[in-house]
């Protein structure tokens, strides 16, 4: 291979990588595009994992596309499932390195979900006894079972219901 065209293919590899961090003014596309630090735990040609700044526990850390997705409304699929992937040995390399209690995994997707970063995240969350973190139940939880026509119903809802790359 001539030089020329090494720079050429060179060049085009790294344009494609780069076009993946595509938001300017998105936290997460400049840590991908190196523009801020950030304490990477691993990274590939489509995903990357690192530290949380605020983290909750010890080891609380977060898996991302490289390329620019607001949320799991809006991630191709196929990016999805390499996520997926990888949030399997992020979950075990976490567990093996500090042995918590347990793991929860969370994705906000949405500002009403409490989605504070507009770039796909999910948190790998250390759990220990007493760490104080959790979910806020209403006051009536768990009162009363729904009625199985009713969870009928709903089930019968989302499974009529048109997912967003136009599929039943
Ligand atoms: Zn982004």
């Known amino acids: 291979m001539s030089l020329h065209n090494f720079r050429t293919i060179y060049f085009k ?3 494609s990588v780069t076009n993946m961090s595509n938001n300017e003014s998105c936290l997460f596309c400049e840590i991908v ?5 950030a304490s990477v735990i691993f990274e590939d040609k489509f995903t990357m994992a690192f530290m949380d700044i605020f983290p909750i526990s010890k080891g609380h850390c977060l898996l991302i596309p490289k390329q620019h997705y607001v949320n799991m409304l809006d991630v191709d699929v196929k990016i999805a499932k390499r996520l997926g992937a990888r949030l399997v040995e992020l979950n075990r390399k976490v567990h093996s390195a500090f042995e918590p209690d347990g793991i929860i995994n969370v994705i906000a997707n949405g500002v009403g979900a409490g989605q504070e970063v507009p770039h796909l995240h999910i948190h790998v969350i ?3 006894k007493g760490d104080r973190f959790g979910f806020m139940f209403p006051d009536d939880y768990r009162e009363e079972m729904a009625p199985r026509d009713e969870l009928d ?3 019968e809802t989302i499974r ?6 136009g599929s039943k």
């Open 13 to 15: 590899l790294t344009q």
């Open 33 to 37: 595009r190196g523009e801020i630090q």
């Open 126 to 128: 250390p759990r220990n």
């Open 153 to 155: 119903g709903v089930a």
């Open 160 to 165: 009529a219901s048109t997912d967003l790359l």
